[in-house]
T-cell receptor, first 115, second 112 residues
Framework: GAGVSQSPSNKVTEKGKDVELRCDPISGHTALYWYRQSLGQGLEFLIYFQGNSAPDKSGLPSDRFSAERTGGSVSTLTIQRTQQEDSAVYLC?????????????FGPGTRLTVT | GESVGLHLPTLSVQEGDNSIINCAYSNSASDYFIWYKQESGKGPQFIIDIRSNMDKRQGQRVTVLLNKTVKHLSLQIAATQPGDSAVYFCAEKEGGSYIPTFGRGTSLIVHP
């Protein structure tokens, strides 16, 4: 079956502009995560959605970052007034059993470059 | 907070050799550990996992070892191939938690 998909694959934007990144999780996966990966670094947790529960936003670095998940499926990560330090690869992952086994399936990521 | 880290950021091996990638963790409450492989331009891909009630688990050409006494995790790759070249991440998760903690990653370079 289809894996996690993300769009766009690459995004170049000017400092101060807003960007929207999209994630389509695996069908049936109730949990969805957003991570940020800077060059040569590990994965920085941003936000977690589980079903219809309130999301865990504890990893969002500033109020310029927000995310939505509509209908328990597609998610959009929005970054307002982008800064150069926002340049990174943004990864989305979904999971069927986040508390138990916890195996996550990752999308290919969106590479964001803020000029 | 507690963290997961890797001893070696880069590991170079010859094709056919066995590779060992190490990971140290500090959260004694972690009970689930995962290794991911990330190839260039792609998202991390699950390789193998292990629960804290085990000390060894084998997959196809890969073995994960867990030493809870010293809080150490390792990934062994047998007969390393050029296609194994990637960044390998360990991740740990505490029971009941839904957010794993990822290490920084080790870059494995396999020379033909």
């Amino acid at each position: 079956g289809a894996g996690v998909s993300q769009s766009p694959s690459n995004k170049v934007t000017e400092k101060g502009k807003d960007v929207e990144l999209r994630c389509d999780p695996i069908s049936g996966h109730t949990a969805l995560y957003w991570y940020r990966q800077s060059l040569g670094q590990g994965l920085e947790f941003l936000i977690y959605f589980q079903g219809n529960s309130a999301p865990d936003k504890s990893g969002l670095p500033s109020d310029r970052f927000s995310a939505e998940r509509t209908g328990g499926s597609v998610s959009t990560l929005t970054i307002q007034r982008t800064q150069q330090e926002d340049s990174a690869v943004y990864l989305c992952a979904s999971s069927r059993d986040p508390v138990g086994k916890g195996e996550q399936y990752f999308g290919p990521g969106t590479r964001l470059t803020v000029t | 907070g507690e963290s997961v880290g890797l001893h070696l950021p880069t590991l170079s091996v010859q094709e056919g050799d066995n590779s060992i990638i190490n990971c140290a963790y500090s959260n004694s409450a972690s009970d689930y550990f995962i290794w991911y492989k990330q190839e260039s331009g792609k998202g991390p891909q699950f390789i193998i996992d292990i629960r804290s009630n085990m000390d060894k688990r084998q997959g196809q050409r890969v073995t994960v070892l867990l030493n809870k006494t010293v809080k150490h995790l390792s990934l062994q790759i047998a007969a390393t191939q050029p296609g194994d070249s990637a960044v390998y991440f360990c991740a740990e998760k505490e029971g009941g938690s839904y957010i794993p903690t990822f290490g920084r990653g080790t870059s494995l370079i396999v020379h033909p």
